[in-house]
T-cell receptor, first 112, second 114 residues
């Protein structure tokens, strides 16, 4: 699986959009980009994933560049409860997607 | 409620005393996996299972065993625990072994080996 690179930490003002970048320059054509978040020491929570196109759900939007080498997770109106560690990972699309590596993630702090 | 259940949530044990951390999911998921999380090292995969009776090593399998006799259960076994296995452990599952499905994680097991 491709390796991902994320900034160690970011701050965001409450009510503003939080834009979390992820670099996955070695991604291959059959790998999805996934985002999870972990609040304190709870189990990580799935947020969103995508292959080529931008995706949106009730939690966030995912913007993937045309060359697929980077992506941005957007939390449109960040709240204090969005303070968490956000992980960007890649996972093979088909057969034997066994190993799945999480990096160190980005610690997002939403401030009042 | 669809969930992954780990037990126990907290465990303190002594070096060398065999222990099992259980993981069970009620979503008929094919794929299950164990991770450990340590400060500064992120989430590291220990073992994973594509389906019943199919298991494979992750990045840090030393000192651990797993089994997958039934689809819903994926226990993590520490035959002879050592202090360096003190960690926060997470079990995860996904519907299929292929990559188009997100993981559901359990609430975690905090293990201390003294």
């Amino acid at each position: 699986d491709a390796k991902t690179t994320q900034p160690t930490s970011m701050d965001c003002a409450e009510g503003r959009a939080a834009n979390l970048p992820c670099n996955h320059s070695t991604i291959s054509g059959n790998e999805y980009v996934y985002w999870y978040r972990q609040i304190h020491s709870q189990g990580p929570q799935y947020i969103i994933h995508g292959l080529k196109n931008n995706e949106t759900n009730e939690m966030a939007s995912l913007i993937i560049t045309e060359d697929r080498k980077s992506s941005t997770l957007i939390l449109p109106h960040a709240t204090l409860r969005d303070t968490a560690v956000y992980y960007c990972i890649v996972r093979v699309v088909n057969t034997n997607a066994g190993k799945s590596t999480f990096g160190d993630g980005t610690t997002l702090t939403v401030k009042p | 409620e669809a969930q992954v259940t780990q037990n126990p949530r907290y465990l303190i044990t002594v070096t060398g005393k065999k222990l099992t951390v259980t993981c069970s999911q009620n979503m008929n998921h094919e794929y299950m996996s164990w991770y450990r999380q340590d400060p500064g090292l992120g989430l590291r995969q220990i073992y994973y299972s594509m389906n019943v009776e199919v298991t494979d090593k992750g990045d840090v399998p030393e000192g651990y065993k797993v089994s997958r006799k039934e689809k819903r259960n994926f226990p993590l076994i520490l035959e002879s625990p050592s202090p360096n296995q003190t960690s926060l452990y997470f079990c995860a599952s996904s519907l299929k072994r292929t990559g188009n499905y997100g993981y559901t994680f359990g609430s975690g097991t905090r293990l201390t080996v003294v």
